[in-house]
């Protein structure tokens, strides 16, 4: 299989456009557009029944105590951990493309609805669920594709890691708010073919 993008370069740095926050001069970063990145896929193979996707930063650091305070930096030999960004599964046989901002236009406070999304498919919730837990203002399930906010004094780029999988099941084996742990788990015994494409970003202005 082969995955490109009109909107992301393979280890190329990821437009604000489809970011969740972006750099600001005042205030370290304000809200991105939020968009959903326009993705295609081919070579599939036969027998293929639907297609999962999913999105992980592999890159988040594993300990917050630093993450976003003045006068500290998030070391960038820090552990890391997974974060899910996207976690979309169910996409019809026939589909083999996404268009820009189809699954996300903007930042959504307190989530965007799902499981259920365009074209049939199911969403999960990404990690920005657990992220905001302690935010009133924010707090809430967050289904579907949102962008990269990495903190803005780590010293490590993150990666951004889309990832397209063939499978031989119409349907899933999730339900409810699943997560991208439990959809990876639920693909392992049903994949056909994958193929990946990564982007890059960055919101330390010495990296930028």
Not at 24 to 29: A, E, L, P, Q, T
Not at 33 to 43: E, F, K, M, R, T
Not at 140 to 168: E, I, K, M, S
Request: charged letters at 15%; hydrophobic letters at 35%.
């Amino acid at each position: 299989m082969k995955l490109t993008s009109q909107s992301i370069q393979d280890n190329q740095p990821i437009d604000g456009q489809f970011a969740f926050c972006i750099p600001n001069d005042k205030s370290h970063v304000c809200l991105g557009s939020n968009q959903s990145p326009a993705l295609s896929w081919s070579d599939v193979p036969a027998g293929t029944r639907s297609f999962a996707l999913i999105c992980v930063d592999p890159d988040v650091p594993s300990v917050g105590d630093d993450v976003n305070i003045e006068g500290r930096a998030v070391a960038a030999d820090l552990p890391r951990v997974d974060f899910y960004h996207w976690v979309l599964v169910d996409l019809p046989a026939t589909t083999h493309t996404l268009s820009a901002g189809q699954f996300s236009s903007e930042v959504t406070p307190c989530g965007k609805a799902g499981p259920g999304a365009p074209l049939g498919a199911r969403q999960g919730i990404n990690d920005y669920t657990v992220w905001f837990a302690g935010d009133p203002d924010m707090r809430g399930d967050y289904y579907g594709y949102d962008g990269p906010c990495p903190p803005w004094n780590d010293q490590r780029v993150h990666r951004y890691v889309f990832t397209v999988y063939a499978l031989d099941v119409d349907t899933l084996d999730v339900q409810g708010k699943f997560t991208g742990a439990e959809a990876l788990s639920a693909i392992k015994n049903h994949v056909l073919g994958q193929a990946s494409l990564t982007g890059t970003y960055t919101l330390n202005p010495a990296l930028r």
